[in-house]
T-cell receptor, first 112, second 113 residues
Framework: SQQGEEDPQALSIQEGENATMNCSYK?????LQWYRQNSGRGLVHLIL?????REKHSGRLRVTLDTSKKSSSLLITASRAADTASYFC????????????FGKGTKLTVNP | DAGITQSPRHKVTETGTPVTLRCHQT?????MYWYRQDPGHGLRLIHY???????DKGEVSDGYSVSRSKTEDFLLTLESATSSQTSVYFC????????????FGSGTRLTVV
């Protein structure tokens, strides 16, 4: 079963608006990562937040992590049409595993 | 994507035939992974490698085998392709487990008819 689950499955907004995507996971993690996938392309790493961090910023991206609720959110501010993509969270599970477990993704559409 | 290439990009094969997909990296990263992506399932790990000749199974390894004889190459073989293996296959690399993000290849779209 999936470790991470994104919510919502799909999101449609207007250019200039903020987009918020959420990720919930089930077990303890070392870190949580967010990726973007444009249609027909591979995934691109956006940001990594460690389990002892609560918030992280990168450009127009803001990621929060609440380990007590086992959840994370990705905020994209002042969205652009070029932000249209699918966004995935991935968790690095505590316990020595050497791999990321991905969620099913949120499909974001930014309308011009 | 810089530093990682997958081949072929597209392939159509018949049920029952063996198929090998190749992932090649120029980053000298220790860890390499094969994922498949299907609608409604997201990305699921097939096999991964943590060094030359060191591989392990992922979540959906049945019907697949891998080999890594050199740091730069990680091969995924479908021993006898089935229609359920029609999918998009992604290779990924990482420098250090858990500390950095993965770099993904552009994917191989495989159709089994």
């Amino acid at each position: 079963s999936q470790q991470g689950e994104e919510d919502p499955q799909a999101l449609s907004i207007q250019e200039g608006e903020n987009a918020t995507m959420n990720c919930s996971y089930k077990t303890s993690i070392n870190n949580l990562q967010w990726y973007r996938q444009n249609s027909g392309r591979g995934l691109v790493h956006l940001i990594l937040i460690r389990s002892n961090e609560r918030e992280k910023h990168s450009g127009r991206l803001r990621v929060t992590l609440d380990t007590s609720k086992k959840s994370s959110s990705l905020l994209i501010t002042a969205s652009r049409a070029a932000d249209t993509a699918s966004y995935f969270c991935a968790t690095d599970v505590t316990g020595g595993s050497e791999k990321l477990v991905f969620g099913k993704g949120t499909k974001l559409t930014v309308n011009p | 994507d810089a530093g990682i290439t997958q081949s072929p990009r597209h392939k159509v094969t018949e049920t029952g035939t063996p198929v090998t997909l190749r992932c090649h990296q120029t980053e000298n990263h220790r860890y390499m992974y094969w994922y498949r992506q299907d609608p409604g399932h997201g990305l699921r790990l097939i096999h991964y490698s943590y060094g030359v000749k060191d591989t392990d199974k992922g979540e959906v390894s049945d019907g697949y085998s891998v080999s890594r004889s050199k740091t730069e190459d990680f091969l995924l073989t479908l021993e006898s392709a089935t229609s359920s293996q029609t999918s998009v296959y992604f290779c990924a690399i990482s420098e250090s487990q858990g500390h950095y993000g993965y770099t993904f290849g552009s994917g191989t779209r495989l159709t089994v008819v």
